[in-house]
């Protein structure tokens, strides 16, 4: 016995100092929240004190001639199709990475535009508890996906269409990103005495038949199978809407697909995204898959299925991929490839992997980076590449 007292008193001495680092990691975790929360108050204040006075618009307040859906179908079109030089009326031509300024925009503009508010109202009804918040993002709500005559139809039949070609393509499913920060405002409001129990309901509804849609329509089973940054979107976006709609069994796939699919086929053993570097704007959309990857670890991780802390049997896993990138967004002049063929100067912003990265692996780094980047951007492909931009509500 007398052999064992120093072997045992060892082991719990290391026991202690683990669950000592954990603990300290948690909370210096926590105080990057706090400091975010303090950093971005102001801001949040203004944009909610805009967001009070918006009236709600909605897909049916434009039409494009061009669209082969109804008046409550989204339309957009693909962005990197052209007018053929050679036929000026024939079908679009694909020019990657070259964005069409012609394009039909305005349900784009008008889903970002709702994100926006209800980000933005969320966001300062969880940092102050008052329901006006609560009270007027609920008109949004009732318009996009209650009211008979301002709804938006469940589907994404007809978006990133092109002419000649196509009525609408799996591809543009990538475009209902934007609502997820009104499923995770819904989320955040549930349990306001202004949020009725029918607006609710309506709102989870809409929601669970788009997800329902999402996974059994031929355009949702197609981009769920895409091999780049469009399946982690698919699967992103899936995620919060079955957060909201409380869909376990949902959930629990998604997770799976992660760990089985997405990232084992997506990631490099270094921690980058060869289809992502491939393309002509590779900085962008590498940046933009990291952030799409580490949302889905922030919304599907639970205690019995930590996903930030998973790692393929190759060592793949998104604190590598945080890791490869990150020397890149602190210096961009230390990019190995050839800039993006657009929007190069753009990039980057206050990325969401960053944050969330620095509260979950205790990165200073990390957090300092996010904090001196930019947190209000106005270049329209910027926030149509960054879907989250309301970091508080995902906490």
């Known amino acids: 016995m007398k052999k064992l007292i120093p072997y045992t008193l060892i082991a719990l001495l290391c026991f202690a100092g683990t669950v000592y680092a954990r603990q300290k990691a948690g909370q210096e975790g926590t105080d990057f929240q706090k ?23 909605t897909v049916t307040a434009s039409f494009s001639a061009r669209s082969a859906g109804g008046k409550h179908d989204f339309f957009s079109e693909a962005d990197y ?35 926006k508010i209800i980000g933005a109202l969320a966001s300062a009804y969880k940092i102050t508890g008052d329901e006006k918040y609560v009270k007027e993002a609920v008109k949004h709500f009732q318009a996009w996906f209650i009211n008979a005559e301002t709804l938006m139809n469940p589907n994404l039949l007809f978006a990133q269409a092109v002419k000649g070609k196509f009525t609408g393509r799996n591809y ?6 934007h609502l997820m920060e009104v499923a995770q405002g819904a989320y955040v409001m549930r349990k306001a005495k202004a949020f009725d129990p029918n607006t609710a309901k309506g709102v989870k509804k809409w929601f669970a038949d788009y997800t329902l849609w999402l996974n059994t329509s031929k355009p949702g089973i197609q981009e769920k199978t895409v091999k780049n940054n ?21 959930l629990d796939s998604l997770r799976s697909r992660y760990k089985t699919i ?10 980058s995204f060869p289809l992502e570097m491939a393309r002509t704007k590779p900085y962008g959309y590498s940046i933009f898959n990291l952030d799409a990857m580490t949302m889905l670890c922030q919304i599907l991780s639970s205690s ?9 049997a190759d060592g793949k896993s998104i604190k590598k991929g945080i890791s ?31 944050l969330f990265g620095a509260v979950e692996f205790n990165q200073p780094g990390w957090y300092q980076t996010w904090a001196k980047l930019d947190h209000q951007p106005q270049v329209e492909e910027v926030i149509r590449n960054l879907p989250i931009r309301n970091s508080l509500i995902w906490f």
């Open 304 to 312: 019995k299925d930590n996903l930030w802390n998973f790692e393929t």
């Open 324 to 354: 490869y990138l990150y020397p890149f967004i602190a210096d961009k002049s230390k990019w190995t490839l050839k800039p993006d063929v657009m929007y190069w100067d753009n990039w980057p912003v206050a990325q969401p992997f960053l």
């Open 81 to 115: 199709f052209w007018p053929d030089p050679q036929n000026p009326d024939g079908p679009y031509i694909n020019r990657d990475g070259l964005t069409n300024p012609a394009n039909f925009l305005d349900h784009r503009k008008a889903m970002v535009r709702f994100s």
């Open 172 to 177: 543009g499913i990538i475009d209902t990103i």
């Open 230 to 250: 469009h399946a982690t979107c698919w699967a992103m976006q899936v995620a919060s809407f079955a957060k909201l709609c409380g869909d376990e069994n949902m």
């Open 262 to 271: 997405l990232l084992p086929s997506q990631m490099e053993t270094d921690g």
């Open 35 to 57: 400091k975010a929360a303090a950093l971005l108050k102001k801001q949040i204040l203004a944009e909610a004190a805009w967001a009070m006075q918006q009236k709600p618009i």
